[in-house]
C-alpha cells in the first residue's frame, strides 16, 4: 500500500511504521443484505494524542478523522484543527458510543443512519424523527452534520437548513 501511495505522489513523510498488523475491516452482508463490518485495529490503535497534535495543521486545512483510531486521538487531532482555525470532519465510522459526544466538537460530522440513530440516544437528542433530531443537534453543537441513507442518498441539516442529495442511479454488482 505504501508503494502504491509513494508512486502516486503522496507525502509519506509522517508515516510511522510499527510492529503490528495492518487494521483491516472485513465486510460481510446479513440476512437481510444489509453490511455487517468487523474492524481489527492492528497498528491503527498505536495512534497517539501526541501524534494526533503534532500534525501539520494550519488555518483553512481539512482534518478528516474516524473511529479505528483510540478516541482519545480522536479528540486530540479536533482540537487541534480548532486551536489553528482547521476544519475538523469526524466521520463516526466504527461506531462508539463512547465517541458521541465528540460529533459535537467536530466542525462536520459524517454518519450512516444507524450510527446518527445510536449516536442520538447516547447524545439524548430530542425529537419525534430523525430530522428533528438532526435540527436538535444542530441547535445544540452549531455544528453541521450529514447522515447517509445507503440507496436513499443523503441529508445535510446546517444552521441554515437541510439539504438532501439522493443517491447515484446504479446497479450495484457486489456492495
Same mark, same amino acid.
Given at each position: 500500500? !505504501?508503494?502504491?501511495?509513494?508512486?502516486?505522489?503522496?507525502?509519506?513523510? *509522517?508515516?510511522?511504521?510499527?510492529?503490528?498488523?495492518?487494521?483491516?475491516? $472485513?465486510? #460481510?452482508? /446479513?440476512?437481510?443484505?444489509?453490511?455487517?463490518?468487523?474492524?481489527?485495529?492492528?497498528?491503527?490503535?498505536?495512534?497517539?494524542? %501526541? %501524534?494526533?497534535?503534532?500534525?501539520? !495543521?494550519?488555518?483553512?486545512?481539512?482534518? !478528516?478523522? %474516524? $473511529?479505528?483510531?483510540?478516541?482519545?486521538? +480522536?479528540?486530540? &487531532?479536533?482540537?487541534?484543527?480548532? /486551536?489553528? /482555525?482547521? +476544519?475538523?470532519?469526524?466521520?463516526?465510522?466504527? #461506531?462508539?458510543?463512547?465517541?458521541?459526544? $465528540?460529533?459535537?466538537?467536530?466542525?462536520?460530522?459524517?454518519?450512516?443512519?444507524?450510527? #446518527?440513530? $445510536?449516536?442520538?440516544?447516547?447524545?439524548?437528542?430530542?425529537?419525534?424523527?430523525?430530522?428533528?433530531?438532526?435540527?436538535? #443537534? +444542530?441547535?445544540?453543537?452549531? *455544528?453541521?452534520?450529514?447522515?447517509?441513507?445507503?440507496?436513499?442518498?443523503?441529508?445535510?441539516?446546517? *444552521?441554515? &437548513?437541510?439539504?438532501?442529495?439522493?443517491?447515484?442511479?446504479?446497479?450495484?454488482?457486489?456492495?
Amino acid at each position: 500500500a !505504501l508503494e502504491l501511495l509513494k508512486s502516486g505522489g503522496v507525502d509519506l513523510s *509522517k508515516v510511522e511504521e510499527r510492529d503490528a498488523p495492518t487494521g483491516i475491516a $472485513l465486510i #460481510f452482508v /446479513g440476512g437481510t443484505r444489509e453490511n455487517m463490518i468487523v474492524i481489527s485495529q492492528g497498528a491503527n490503535a498505536a495512534v497517539t494524542s %501526541q %501524534q494526533a497534535i503534532a500534525a501539520p !495543521l494550519a488555518s483553512g486545512d481539512h482534518l !478528516l478523522l %474516524q $473511529l479505528e483510531i483510540p478516541i482519545e486521538a +480522536v479528540a486530540s &487531532g479536533i482540537m487541534q484543527a480548532q /486551536g489553528v /482555525g482547521a +476544519v475538523s470532519i469526524l466521520n463516526t465510522a466504527p #461506531f462508539n458510543p463512547a465517541a458521541a459526544s $465528540l460529533m459535537m466538537d467536530a466542525d462536520i460530522t459524517v454518519a450512516n443512519e444507524t450510527e #446518527f440513530d $445510536l449516536a442520538s440516544g447516547a447524545l439524548r437528542l430530542e425529537g419525534a424523527d430523525r430530522r428533528a433530531r438532526m435540527a436538535e #443537534f +444542530v441547535r445544540r453543537s452549531g *455544528k453541521i452534520i450529514i447522515v447517509t441513507l445507503g440507496a436513499e442518498g443523503a441529508i445535510a441539516a446546517t *444552521k441554515s &437548513g437541510f439539504v438532501s442529495v439522493p443517491a447515484l442511479d446504479i446497479k450495484p454488482i457486489d456492495t
